[in-house]
């Protein structure tokens, strides 16, 4: 490749034009001879695929002509078996005169029936070793050679699939020895179906050896072959073929013969040798799968014209290239003739002189052209050049004009000068950033002081944060407001902690509610609000010379972990710089964060202090608690006490037999006992649920007189809550449960009922106690 780079252009162009040429005589004998190999290809494939379906068709046409005979013969046997004119007993005979006939007319070697058993006239009884009939009286004729004969059937899988499938069936090409000779043989077999059942078959067997010297007389390349779907040879050139596997089936070519369609392709045979294999589908029967004849043609063959075509192409190809390359060498030494001139001139350009003068007169070709160009552009050096020293010299607001918008030097050279005159403002805005930077971390190391040494009073802190916050801004005045702690949202303020104005501390007391005012709104959102056109009512700032509205407002939220703790409010006659407003920003956090410090630090010395006390409180609670639990431990052995003679006094009550007229009489003889029981509410009912009698603690319970809740339901009287439900006790007692549970005034309560009955054991009433559950 560097032997190359240091040739001289002439040696260049016809190196590239001798390749280019190569190259592309090359592409025109591939584009050629390629569609030309396609071709033959295709047009040996064609030729082959119609070769195969020529000696397919003769042979498929000779087997479904003996293929159409035997079917002819099976319907007749179908409607001799279907007959009822001809008697049983005749139709043996019947059937061997017309399998006699129908040999004698077709010429079929062999013609035989299978039958199952009584399949044909349900008399194989009758028959044994009778012609055509087996030992056990199967009917099974056969007519070989003309005689009748009768014969086992060895091919069992066969029978079976013809059973299972009801259809005729072509069997794959068998041998059979024959007179002494092995011959090769198919089976053409037609199922007897006779109202959808099967009853045997009838069948003939064709040699397929003479087909195979019929084939063989008349193809010439001898390399044709019937092939079954299966991939066996039926018919060849080569009878020791038959019978066997075809050569390279393989299953990709079996699964081809499934799709039942003409195909070829190139495959490899056992020496190794390429070669082209067409098969075509052969149709034989009705119902059958196709057969496949195939051919074959070495890759050779397909080639050799081909061949021929190539070697004539690459010979003419390589003459074109040699007198290419000599054509095109003589018109590029004429050509380049002025090329050294322009070498020369362009070695000096990259020397750095420019001082140059070019002669542009002459001819107006390419090269002529080159030469008006260098020309312009060394004018354009010289004069970037002029350019390039009035910056050196400092001359910023020299001018310079472009020679086009291309001019990437001139382009260059101005944004230098744009450069430099901003790197110069720059300097002085650095300058201003650097003290604002200055100022701003003094600052916030001086406020960082402030609020450790006041982080215990908030007022105090206050005051200090806005003193210094007022003077270190050069503001004019602000002021400071923290949020009370109240719990409750209406009572929530912002209070003036602390305000400040022209070298002195104010005092003013100030409350805004959240939400109320600039201040409240910049509490509520979280941003601070910064305002340059103010409202004349909405501050004044007082000096010696007067009041005047102020010319900026700047509010802060007292902001940190998305909580605001305050706001506060700067106002001053000049504006603020933004560099400003963000240290105030930045402060702010750490004046929330202290507030909250404060807060937290007050807070937890109540808690401490109320903890103290609660310590105190609970102590005595525990004691009053235990004296409690020691009394409600007598009270309540004592209501298990009467809770036990209540319920005696029921059971002694409900063994109590009684009519319905003397019920209400009844009633009043238990109401001095019932009332005895003050600590449980009892009530008697009648048995549609009426009350009849409520005890004094019943009545206190429901806040009524017995006067008024006689006679009126249960449920209305207590005013038991969703009584519509299953869990109403009345409901529940008609059901036979006599123990549920209700609630009255948001109480639950538990009601353990005893049924009355009369004499006749008829319910007429009942009694209910009632207790509190706690």
């Not at 195969?52 to 079917?71: K, P, S, T």
Request: net charge negative.
């Amino acid at each position: 490749m560097k032997k190359y780079k240091n040739l001289s252009v002439k040696a260049k162009l016809s190196i590239m034009m001798g390749v280019s040429s190569i190259v592309i005589m090359t592409f025109i004998c591939l584009y050629v001879i390629i569609p030309y190999r396609v071709t033959a290809v295709e047009r040996s494939a064609t030729t082959m695929q119609a070769s195969a379906m020529y000696f397919g068709n003769l042979l498929g046409n000779e087997i479904n002509v003996v293929a159409d005979a035997a079917r002819t013969y099976s319907n007749v046997v179908v409607h001799l078996v279907e007959s009822k004119t001809i008697p049983d007993e005749k139709k043996r005979e019947v059937l061997i005169e017309q399998m006699a006939k129908m040999r004698e007319e077709t010429g079929l070697d062999y013609l035989f029936c299978i039958f199952e058993p009584n399949g044909f006239d349900g008399l194989d009884s009758l028959y044994v070793n009778q012609p055509g009939s087996s030992d056990r009286g199967v009917f099974r004729p056969w007519f070989p050679n003309g005689r009748l004969e009768t014969k086992e059937v060895i091919n069992f899988e066969f029978i079976n699939q013809l059973r299972a499938t009801k259809r005729e069936l072509i069997s794959e090409p068998f041998a059979q020895t024959v007179n002494g000779k092995e011959a090769h043989l198919i089976s053409l077999c037609f199922p007897i179906v006779v109202g959808g059942k099967y009853l045997g078959i009838v069948g003939t067997e064709m040699y397929m050896d003479e087909l195979s010297r019929l084939i063989a007389s008349i193809e010439k390349n001898n390399t044709g072959r019937l092939v079954t779907d299966m991939g066996n040879i039926a018919i060849s050139h080569y009878q020791e073929q038959m019978g066997k596997q075809a050569e390279n089936i393989n299953s990709e070519i079996l699964k081809r013969f499934h799709d039942e369609k003409a195909f070829g392709d190139w495959y490899y045979n056992k020496d190794g040798q390429e070669v082209f294999k067409a098969y075509v589908p052969v149709s034989l029967g009705k119902g059958n799968s196709p057969w496949f004849y195939g051919v074959d043609i070495p890759r050779d063959e397909v080639y050799a014209q081909a061949n021929k075509m190539t070697s004539k192409m690459i010979v003419s190809c390589l003459l074109a290239v040699i007198l290419i390359v000599l054509a095109g060498w003589i018109m590029i030494r004429f050509a380049l003739k002025d090329v050294g001139y322009i070498v020369s001139v362009i070695r000096k350009l990259s020397l750095g002189n420019i001082n140059l003068k070019i002669d542009a007169h002459g001819n107006m070709d390419e090269i002529g052209q080159i030469k008006n160009e260098l020309g312009k552009m060394v004018n354009g050096l010289q004069h970037t050049a002029a350019f390039a020293k009035n910056i050196g010299d400092g001359r910023l607001d020299a001018q310079y004009n472009i020679l086009s918008d291309d001019d990437v030097l001139g382009h260059s050279l101005l944004e230098m000068r744009q450069s430099l005159q901003k790197a110069e403002n720059e300097q002085t805005l650095r300058a201003k950033e650097e003290e604002r930077r200055n100022w701003g971390t003094a600052g916030l190391a001086k406020f960082a002081e402030i609020l450790r040494s006041d982080n215990n009073n908030i007022e105090a802190l206050s005051y200090n944060v806005i003193s210094n916050m007022v003077r270190y801004l050069g503001a004019n005045q602000g002021g400071v407001f923290i949020l009370n702690e109240s719990e409750k949202e209406d009572d929530r303020i912002l209070e003036m902690k602390a305000c400040y104005a022209f070298d002195r501390k104010k005092f003013e007391e100030k409350q805004i509610r959240v939400g109320e005012g600039l201040v409240g709104a910049c509490f509520m959102e979280g941003e601070p609000i910064y305002m340059t056109d103010i409202p004349n009512e909405y501050i004044n700032i007082t000096s010696g010379l007067g009041d005047a509205n102020p010319g900026a407002v700047y509010i802060c939220p007292l902001k940190v972990n998305e909580e605001v703790y305050g706001v506060i409010e700067l106002a001053s006659f000049d504006r603020f710089e933004p560099y400003r407003l963000d240290f105030v920003q930045k402060v702010s956090e750490s004046i929330a964060a202290t507030i909250s410090s404060v807060r937290v630090n007050i807070r937890t010395g109540k808690l401490l202090e109320q903890t103290q006390m609660q310590a105190e409180e609970m102590a005595n609670a525990e004691e009053e608690l235990r004296q409690s639990m020691e009394e409600m431990q007598s009270t309540q052995e004592e209501m298990r006490r009467r809770e036990t003679e209540l319920q005696d006094a029921l059971e002694n009550m409900k063994v109590v037999q009684t009519t319905e007229e003397e019920f209400r009489e009844k009633v009043y003889w238990y109401e001095s006992m019932l009332n005895s029981f003050t600590e449980f509410p009892i009530s008697v009912t009648d048995s549609d649920g009426n009350v009849q009698f409520l005890n004094q603690a019943a009545l206190d319970m429901v806040g009524m007189t017995m006067e008024e809740a006689r006679g009126k339901a249960c449920a209305d009287v207590f005013k038991i809550e969703n009584c519509h439900t299953e869990k109403c006790g009345f409901k529940l007692l008609k059901q036979g449960i006599n123990r549920s549970t209700f609630k009255v005034g948001g109480q639950m309560y538990v009601s353990n009922a005893s049924y009355l009955k009369n004499s006749s054991g008829k319910h007429i009433g009942h009694i209910e106690l009632i207790s509190k559950i706690n």
